[in-house]
C-alpha cells in the first residue's frame, strides 16, 4: 500500500508541477489556458507541493492570493490530515 501511495504522490505532483509549467507557457502565446479550478483541483489531489513549486520556479500565480495563500493552506490542511491518521 505504501508503494502505491508514493507512486502516486509522486505522479500528481509532478502533474501539478506540469500544469503549472503549461498554463505559464499558454499565457506567453496567448494560447487556450488552464483553468485555475484545474490547477487548484492538481494541489487539493495531493499535488500541492508540486503546485507550490511549480508557482515558484515559473513566476506563475504567485501574485494571486487565491494561490499565495491556497495552496500553502492546502499544504497545511494536508500535513494536519497526513499527522492525524498516523496517530488514529
Known amino acids: 500500500m505504501n508503494h502505491f501511495v508514493s507512486a502516486y504522490l509522486i505522479?500528481?505532483?509532478l502533474l501539478a508541477f506540469?500544469?503549472?509549467g503549461l498554463d505559464k507557457h499558454r499565457a506567453?502565446?496567448?494560447a487556450w489556458r488552464?483553468?485555475?479550478r484545474t490547477l487548484l483541483f492538481s494541489a487539493v489531489l495531493g499535488g500541492s507541493l508540486g503546485a507550490l513549486l511549480g508557482m515558484h520556479f515559473?513566476?506563475?500565480k504567485t501574485?494571486?492570493?487565491l494561490f499565495t495563500l491556497g495552496i500553502p493552506l492546502i499544504i497545511a490542511m494536508q500535513i494536519a490530515a497526513a499527522?492525524?491518521?498516523?496517530?488514529?
Do not use: G
Request: hydrophobic share 45%.
Open 63 to 65: 501574485k494571486h492570493r
Open 11 to 13: 505522479f500528481i505532483n
Open 83 to 88: 499527522i492525524f491518521l498516523y496517530l488514529r
Open 34 to 36: 488552464i483553468p485555475e
Open 18 to 20: 506540469a500544469l503549472f
Open 28 to 30: 506567453r502565446n496567448h
Open 58 to 60: 515559473f513566476h506563475h
